[in-house]
Nanobody
Framework: QLVESGGGLVQPGGSLRLSCAAY????????FGWIRQAPGKEFEGISC????????YYADSVKGRFTISRDNAENTVYLQMNSLKPEDTAEYYC??????????????????????WGQGTQVTVSS
């Protein structure tokens, strides 16, 4: 079970940190990712982290602004979001995928690869 938290309303240029608590999932086994869906748009895999080789993928839309990380002791995956823009407004989901594919492949086709999803947390960037 994956449980996200940390969403909310923030002004443009602000920061938020999303957390994903993984209950019953081994952070050392799965590839974890953050996916978002803006109103009327498709799911976008914005960042993925492989536990097997620590490889990381960022979508161009968030590269340089967002950072994915994990804390094995807390069994939690984080997404630090800085320099937020109105176009970052979306529902953000944490998800887990079985290993065996590159983080690029997994993030590019999140529906196909992520088998476990959290309930989502809303991020709204507005002044």
């Amino acid at each position: 079970q994956l449980v996200e938290s940390g969403g909310g309303l923030v002004q443009p240029g602000g920061s938020l940190r999303l957390s994903c608590a993984a209950y019953g999932s081994d952070l050392d086994y799965y590839t974890f990712g953050w996916i978002r869906q803006a109103p009327g748009k498709e799911f976008e895999g914005i960042s993925c982290l492989s536990s097997s080789d620590d490889s990381i993928y960022y979508a161009d839309s968030v590269k340089g602004r967002f950072t994915i990380s994990r804390d094995n002791a807390e069994n939690t995956v984080y997404l630090q979001m800085n320099s937020l823009k109105p176009e970052d407004t979306a529902e953000y989901y944490c998800a887990a995928a079985r290993p065996g594919h590159s983080v690029q492949d997994i993030c590019h086709t999140p529906i196909a690869f992520f088998g476990s999803w959290g309930q989502g947390t809303q991020v709204t960037v507005s002044s």
